[in-house]
């Protein structure tokens, strides 16, 4: 028996609704897009702009540089994306969010889809966040000049995730970040390669042994490049460091 689970959906409010799907129209997420399993609506927030030019933005209160998207053209783009009943999460792309991770990349993949918010300009008028729910996502601590990519990035890292979207549900678990640890090395043929050779370990055959050095390594490399994903009692040496 074969259970129908509806698409997962995305609905992007954007000024360049013409980035989309962009990457992700190609490779694993754009089969995933042409079969169903997900799809993808860009809506330009300027249909909901002011006056004959369709103003979106205007100068900050209080002065100083740049433009602020206006809270009502956002809210009247955002209610006629989204019914008030709609179950998604409403996403606000901003580098003051909450920075994404893969726990909030599962939990997203696993819900009904999302609609998400892209920025521009110096970002958008404070009073939308509250007034429609939004929740602030950040994708890293640094400032891109729209929300577009950053939607791109999380849309990415979730349809990945979608039922039968990989090629083998298991390359899913094993990842980085996954357990809380970065991911263990990888290899494959040629057996040698400018003097280099692949861990006799790997080649050997003991998926037991296999197994160890897996781990051992997935360990090494987490306490080397991010302890601060780690527990103090898996090896943590210090606490994490505080610039006071
Ligand atoms: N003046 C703002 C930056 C605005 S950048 C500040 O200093 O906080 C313009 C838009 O790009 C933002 O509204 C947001 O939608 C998007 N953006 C920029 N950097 C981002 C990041 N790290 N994560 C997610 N969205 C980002």
Redesign the pocket.
């Known amino acids: 028996m074969t259970e129908i689970s509806p698409a997962w959906r995305a609905t992007l409010l954007t000024l360049y609704p013409e980035m989309f799907p962009g990457p992700l129209g190609l490779s694993l997420s754009g089969d995933a897009l042409a079969r169903g399993t997900w799809s993808l609506e860009a809506r330009a927030i300027r249909e909901h702009g002011l006056g004959r030019h369709r103003a979106v933005d205007d100068t900050p209160a209080g002065g100083g540089a740049?433009m602020v998207l206006r809270c009502d053209v956002l809210a009247a783009a955002i209610d006629a994306a989204a019914a008030p009943d709609d179950p998604r999460p409403r996403l606000?792309?901003?580098?003051?969010?909450r920075p994404l991770s893969q726990a909030r990349v599962r939990a997203l993949s696993r819900g009904p889809g999302v609609v998400i918010?892209?920025?521009?300009?110096?970002?958008?008028d404070e009073r939308v966040i509250a007034g429609r729910g939004l929740e602030e996502?950040?994708?890293?601590?640094?400032?891109?000049?729209?929300?577009e990519i950053?939607a791109l990035t999380l849309l990415d890292a979730c349809v990945r995730l979608l039922p039968g979207v990989m090629g083998k549900e298991a390359s899913g678990q094993d990842e980085s970040f996954e357990g809380g640890r970065l991911e263990y090395p990888h290899y494959t043929r040629p057996r040698e390669w400018e003097g280099r050779t692949i861990p006799e370990v790997l080649t050997g055959g003991n998926h037991g042994a296999i197994a160890k050095w897996r781990a051992a390594e997935s360990l090494r490399l987490t306490r080397e490049r991010r302890p601060d994903l780690l527990a103090p009692s898996e090896g943590r040496s210090s606490p994490p460091d505080r610039t006071t």
């Open positions: 740049g606000l792309m901003s580098p003051r969010g918010v892209c920025g521009r300009f110096e970002g958008v996502v950040s994708i890293g601590d640094y400032v891109l000049s729209g929300g950053a």
